[in-house]
């Protein structure tokens, strides 16, 4: 089970943004990833490999973290980025987190 | 460029089975880098991955709904397609085809290519 806080995150364009994701066993080989979701959308991805990003994405989104604890953090807030980011982990199957939602202050 | 494109009823009733299809253009159903998978969004809430396959057969489910769910792959047709059997409200979702990256043999990767999803509302 893949736990997601905080569950709603309120800042400022500029601002730094730091997103938890916690598993509840460890997670093999940082098979983790991110997605970002805007209104009827699909989700986008953003990281793959727990800190490898996708083809595409800007350098102020970056992934951390191994085990049971990964970050996701996007520097320097663009209006774009207001939106709502998923983790997922995979291997043998499949999961993703509830979600955090990222919004304007 | 890849496309996914879901298609399938937009209404289904309680008790019924639930079919949808994939059609993968800009690309090949029978790489060998890629599985093909299913994900849905109930309205409102978050993502929920369904089932997966890779071109030849080999097929994973997610646990919560093995005993309902089937995913199959056509590879003359460039298709890949779910069922999903006793639906009730609770299926009611936004249903996603994705393009999943095959990190090795048995060892399902991330989503790197998405449909734009379609709405399934299970209703009388």
């Known amino acids: 089970v893949l736990t997601q806080s905080p569950g709603t995150l309120s800042l400022s364009p500029g601002e730094r943004a730091t997103l938890s994701c916690r598993a509840s066993q460890s997670v093999s080989s940082s098979h983790l990833a991110w997605y970002q979701q805007k209104a009827g959308q699909a989700p986008r991805l953003l990281i793959f490999g727990a800190s490898s990003r996708a083809t595409g994405i800007p350098d102020r989104f970056s992934g951390s973290g191994s085990g049971t604890d990964f970050t996701l953090t996007i520097t320097r807030l663009e209006p774009e980025d207001f939106a709502v980011y998923y983790c997922?982990?995979?291997?043998?199957?499949?999961?993703f987190g509830q979600g955090t939602r990222l919004e304007i202050k | 460029q890849l496309q996914l494109q879901e298609s399938g009823p937009g209404l289904v009733k309680p008790s019924e089975t639930l079919s949808l299809t994939c059609t993968v253009s800009g690309g090949s159903i029978r790489s060998g880098s890629h599985y093909w998978g299913w994900i849905r969004q109930p309205p409102g809430k978050g993502l929920e991955w369904l089932a997966s396959s890779f071109h030849s057969g080999s097929t994973y489910y997610s646990p919560y709904l093995q005993s309902r769910v089937a995913i199959s792959v056509d590879t003359s047709k460039n298709q890949f397609s779910l069922r999903l059997t006793s639906v009730t409200a609770a299926d009611t979702a936004v249903y996603y085809c994705a393009r999943q990256e095959r990190i090795v043999a048995t060892v399902l990767g991330w989503f790197d290519t998405w449909g734009r999803g379609t709405l399934v509302t299970v209703s009388s």
């Open positions: 997922q982990q995979y291997g043998s199957s499949s999961s």
